[in-house]
C-alpha cells in the first residue's frame, strides 16, 4: 500500500484560488517532488516538479454501472508519469490533479477506482474544494458543478476570508455545511492553507475512518442550534451530553438565519444505537447504490454489526463501494452505527427508515 | 540466456535487424550489445524499430521522435512538448507514424520536409500502419480513425464503436482493424464491409496484441492464459469461439509476443513468469520460471527464434529458442 503514489484531486470554480494554491505547492520549500496534472496544454518542469497538462477526456465505461464515467486523460497520464519510477523508488511524492471550475469530481475520483493499473500504482487520497468566501453563494445558487464540488470534497478550504464579513462566513459555512456534513472546513486568505491539510488526508482510505460524525450537520459557532464539539476551537466538557441527544434531529434546514433555499444536494446523518444485522445491511447499501448511486456523491459509515467485535467501515463515490471489518471496538467506547450520505435529492425519510430496518 | 539488471522501468524491447534494444523510463535506449543512448530528458513512452532495420525510434514525455542507433541518437521530430503516446513505423514505405494529444502526425526519415498532421476529436491512444504501409489506424475514443499516409487534405473513414479503445492493430492480410478497449474487450472491423466483431470476456487489461501463424491466430494477453482467436476466412472469428494456452488460474497474462511468419506464441505474466509455446510441441517451456515484479515488456525477433523480455524492476533477459 505505501509504495503507491497518493493523488490529490483540487476543486474549485474559477477565482477560488487554485492556481496560487497550486503555484505555492510548486514554489515551497518542502524538499518533496510532486508532478502536478494541469487542464492547460503543455508541459514545464518547475526544478523538481513536473507540470503536465491533460484534456478532461470523460468517458463512460461499458461495465453496467450507468454512473461509471472515468477521465481517459488521466489514465494515461498517470500511466506515462509511473513510467519514470525506478525500481523501489516512487518517481513523485505525491500527484496533484487540478480540475477545471466545472469539472465534476466524479469521474475524476472514479479513475482512481476503476482502472486496473491506475489502480495497482496510485493511491486516491483525497478532494479539496477551494471556495471563494466572497462569491461562493452566487455561485451555489447558479451552478450545479459549484455545489457538487462542495459535497463530494473530503475537505473544504473557504478561501479569500479577508473579503468577507464574519456574518458572511458563518452564513457560508453553514450552507457548506449543508451540503456536505464530512469535510471539515478550513479557513484560508490567499489560499495559505498549510500543504499538510491538503496533501495525506487519506480520505478513501478505509482504516483511516476513524470517526464519521451524523452531528456535523451543525450551525455555526454562536449561531442558534450550535453543538459545542472539539471543531470550535475552545475548551469545553466533552461530557456535555451530545451522546445523550436526539439524532431524530439529524439535519437542520439550514440554520439559523432562516434563508429558504433548499440545495437540491445535502447530506444525510443515519444512526442507530443498537446493532445491525450485517447481512441486512450489506444488502440494503448494496441494493441503494445500485438505485440511487447516480445520486449519491459520496458516503462514509462506520457500523456496529450483531456479533462481529470489529468496526465495519464503508465508504462510496456513486455506485463504486468499499467495506472492510477494521479495528475491534474499543472497551469503552461507545457502540453505534452512523452513516453520512451525501447526494442530489435524497429522501432522507426513506435513508433513515431503510437504516433503521436493518436493525439486528 | 543473456540478463540485465536496469536502475529504470522498461518501457518497450524490440529487436532491430542487428539484436535486442530496450527503451528505458529513464529515457535512455539500450542496445543487447552495450552501447547506451541518452535519447529523452524524461520517460520513453512508446517505440518501434526504424523502417530501416537500424536502430530505434522512440516518442518521449519530453515531446520528442528520436531515433537511436548503436552509438548515436538524432531528434526526427517533435511535438510542442506534448506527450508521444503512440509510434509505428513501415518498412513497405519507410514511413513513421506517432501520436501526441488528439493529433496524428507522418513523418518520413528519409525526407525530413515532410511531415501530416491529422487531427481528431478525441485523444489518440494507438497508431498502426496497414501492412503495405500506406494506411493508418488511430485508436481513439469511439472507435479508430482511418488515414492515407502520404494524403495532406482527407477526411478519415471512421470505424465506429462506443468505448474507449486503446490500441490498435492490422491483421497481416490488411482484412481486419482490431482495437482493444478500456472495459477488458476487444473490437475489430471487417475492412470490405466496415462489419463489427467484439471479443469479450476477459477479466484483465487486454495490454496488447499480435498476430501468430500467417495471421490464422489473433494472440492476445488479458486472461489467465493466452487467449487464441481463429481469423482464417473472410469471416474471421465471427462466430467462432477463441481458444486459451496455458491457463494457471493464480496469474494474469500482462502481455504476449508473437509474429505473422510463425506459430510460437510467448506469455509474459504479471507474476513475473515468461514462457513460450510452440504449436509442434507440447506443453510450455518456461523462459523465466521465477515469479519477480510484472512482465511489462515482451517481443520476439522477426523470425520468432529470440525473445526479449523484461519486468517492472529493471530485470530483463534474452533467450534463444
Redesign the interface.
Known sequence: MSDKTPVTVLTGYLGAGKTTLLNRILTEDHGKRYAVIVNEFGEIGIDNDLVVGADEDVFEMNNGCVCCTVRGDLIRVVSGLMKRQRPGKPAFDAIIVETTGLADPGPVAQTFFVDEDVKAKTTLDSVTALVDAKHVMARLDDSKEAREQVAFADRIILNKTDLATPDELDAVEARLRGLNPLAPIVRAERSNVPLDQVLGQHGFDLDRILEVRPDWVNPPHGAEGHVHDEHCGHDHDHDHGHHHHDHDHGHHDHGPRGHAHQDDIKGVSLSLDRPLDGGKFTAWLDRLLAEKGQDILRAKGIIDVAGEDRRLVFQAVHMILEGDLQRPWGDKERRWSRAVFIGRDLDEAALKAGFEACAA | MKTFTF???V?AALFDATGAVFAL??GAVVFESGERAEAHD????CACVHPSGDGIITGG?D?KVVWSRRGESVVLATA????I?AIDAAPETGLVAFAF??TLSVIDPADTHFRRDFSHE??V?GVAFDPKGRRIAAST?GGAALWFARIAQQQPTMLKW???HTGVAWSPDGAFVVTT???N?LHGWRMKDQRNMRMGGYP??IRNLAFAANGRLLVTPGAQGVVLWPFEGSQGPMGREATEIGYDEASLVNLVAARPSHGRVAAGLNDGRVWVADPAGQGLDRVRADKG?PIVALTFDADARRLAWAD???QAGIADL
Do not use: C, H, I, P
Open positions: 536502475d529504470a522501468q518501457t523510463g529513464d524524461g520517460a520513453v513512452l514525455d515531446g510542442k512538448g506534448q506527450w503516446d494529444g488528439r478525441r485523444t491512444s475514443y462506443a468505448g474507449s478497449m478500456q472495459d474487450q484483465g487489461k515484479a517492472e524492476d529493471g
